[in-house]
């Protein structure tokens, strides 16, 4: 979690990325019910580094195939969003 985040930052990927620990996850792996513990990382970025920021992730987390979705930003506090575009690379 902490490694993986500070990369993505250090790599200006994305501009804040929180830490939820204490996730328990139940999902459907190699032909059975797996359960385990992690950690979901919210990853706060623009839409045109989502490609980028997939692969860094699928190149840097230790699962096969990490779970990496995108839900849109349709609002919020401007200040917030213009230091998430200064915070970040464009491409």
Do not use: F, M
């Not at 032909?31 to 692969?55: F, H, P, Y």
């Amino acid at each position: 979690g902490k490694k993986l985040s500070a990369s993505i930052i250090s790599e200006k990927l994305a501009a804040c990325v929180n830490i939820v620990p204490g996730i328990e996850s139940v999902y459907w792996w190699e032909g059975k019910v797996q359960t385990d513990a992690e950690e979901l990382l919210i990853i706060k970025t623009r839409e045109s580094l989502l490609n980028a920021l997939t692969e860094h992730v699928k190149a840097n987390h230790e699962y096969d195939v990490p779970e990496v979705i995108a839900l849109p930003i349709s609002g919020g506090n401007l200040k917030y969003l213009e230091w998430l575009k200064d915070s970040t690379r464009e491409k």
